[in-house]
């Protein structure tokens, strides 16, 4: 297979992933840009709550990305009985999870209170909170049937189902936010009713998808809840957990600069959730590039073609930079004009457009950063992808955050540079260990 023909195929299978992917986002970006309006305090109110739940909805997705490398394997080969099997097991370990954490966040949402934010902002979150943290259930219903189809290379109807659910999001924002056409005015506990009635109804459709559409239903060989084997969970956790652990940690990094922006004061924390909410538009479309080299790779995997599973990988990294040199321009060229989108208050634009300097520059990093650890997947290799995500956040990236942030006297944009560091230093060494490890593939 020629180079020409991965491209072509990587972005087939690539571009209704990252159209998904952004449309999912896009709901979060309508939630900011509509809240944004309501004053700074609901937005760093939003800001808050999206902040320290992330991790837990990224913990969940990783989990359920356990899955894709499997199913992808065992496509290549025609083994429906395993693809069924693994779609079993994964839903059992994914509304698992939703049930336990997310229970264990709706008890915890008066806690944030105590995050050391402005009392207004914590006040204005809690319910909110809880709203948001219940569709973890739906969310993770709607990730375990997608996963599933995704490996498959059915990847338009999930597509279609998260545009159309995020339209129905963007719709339910300005309803129940502003009060229109007679509902009752919410402010930001209407948002989180718009992003929970769309969860549901993401998950719900993208089920009925997977049992309902003929080309599906008969890739599932006898799917029934239950005679549930210990080593298919086992094997599903054993890659799903340190992706969903690497995904967390990650997010637990954003979810500190968050909170230590909320330090600084309150313009500064909405800034920054203006610059995290435009970076998270050029973060997803990189992920659905990193989501179908997992599922590449997968495949090669599966049909024992070491060659082209290298290639597949390296195609991979050259479109997800080609993307982020995109992404830059448009970062750098709209720095002034992207953050009124989202306020009017002339001190919040000032320090977003400052930021978004910074988030131009990472784009590369967190190109490299994101598409290696979806290769490494694709090859079932998790675990050190982990520890070099947890080092380079956790030991690295969140300390000098604080160090140029607050000792060095950088303001919030310092979080930013520190973020920035961490991500090259990590994508750099997932690139060079995917390198080495196709090779060690090729090998055996």
């Known amino acids: 297979m020629s180079i020409r023909t991965h491209f072509r195929q990587h972005l087939l299978l690539a571009l209704p992933i990252m159209i998904s992917q952004l449309s999912h986002i896009s709901a979060s970006v309508s939630d900011s840009v509509m809240v944004g309006w309501l004053g700074a305090t609901p937005l760093a109110a939003s800001a808050l709550t999206n902040g320290i739940l992330w991790p837990f909805l990224a913990l969940g997705m990783g989990i359920s990305y356990g899955m894709t490398p499997l199913v992808a394997a065992a496509d290549a080969r025609e083994d429906y009985t395993e693809t ?3 779609l079993k097991h994964s839903l059992l370990i994914n509304m698992g999870y939703a049930l336990i954490f997310g229970t264990a966040l709706i008890l915890a949402a008066p806690l944030l209170h105590y995050a050391g934010q402005a009392p207004s902002v914590a006040t204005l979150a809690v319910p909110y909170f809880r709203i948001v943290a219940f569709s973890l259930f739906p969310f993770m219903l709607f990730q375990t049937f997608r996963e599933y189809a995704e490996a498959l290379s059915f990847t338009r109807e999930a597509m279609y189902i998260n545009v159309g659910c995020s339209l129905v999001n963007i719709v339910l924002n300005y309803l129940l936010i502003y009060g229109k056409l007679g509902c009752t005015p919410m402010g930001l506990s209407g948002a989180g009713w718009a992003t929970l009635i769309s969860r549901t ?4 459709s993208m089920m009925g998808y997977v049992f309902g559409a003929p080309k599906l239903r008969q890739r599932l060989v006898a799917f029934r809840l239950k005679d549930f084997v210990p080593s298919y969970l086992t094997k599903i956790i054993r890659i799903g957990l340190p ?5 967390s940690v990650d997010g637990l990094a954003c979810t500190a600069t968050m909170v230590m922006a909320g330090w600084v004061s309150v313009e500064a924390q909405a800034a920054h959730t203006i610059a995290g909410n ?18 590449r790779v997968g495949n090669q995997v599966g049909l024992r073609n070491v060659a082209a599973l290298r ?10 930079a080609a993307l982020a040199l995109v992404a830059t321009i448009v970062f750098l060229g709209g720095r002034s004009v992207l953050p009124g989108f989202y306020t009017d208050d002339s001190v919040v634009l000032g320090i977003a457009s400052t930021l978004l300097i910074v988030v131009g520059i990472q784009q590369l990093s967190d190109s490299a950063d994101g598409v290696g650890v979806c290769a490494l997947r694709g090859i079932e290799d998790t675990a050190i992808p982990l520890m070099i995500t947890l080092v380079s956040r956790c030991l690295l990236g969140i300390p000098l955050t604080y160090i140029l942030c607050f000792v060095c006297g950088w303001g919030v944009e310092g979080l930013w540079w520190g973020l920035f560091m961490a991500k090259l230093i990590a994508g750099m060494t997932l690139f ?9 593939v090729v090998c055996d």
């Open 84 to 86: 069924t099997q693994v």
């Open 201 to 204: 109804l993401m998950g719900l």
């Open 243 to 247: 992706a969903g652990l690497e995904c």
């Open 278 to 295: 435009l970076t998270s538009v050029s973060g997803v479309i990189i992920w659905g590039i990193g989501l179908s080299t997992t599922i």
């Open 311 to 320: 290639t597949a990988g390296f195609v991979g990294f050259g479109l997800g």
């Open 432 to 440: 060079r260990r995917f390198d080495r490890k196709s090779r060690e």
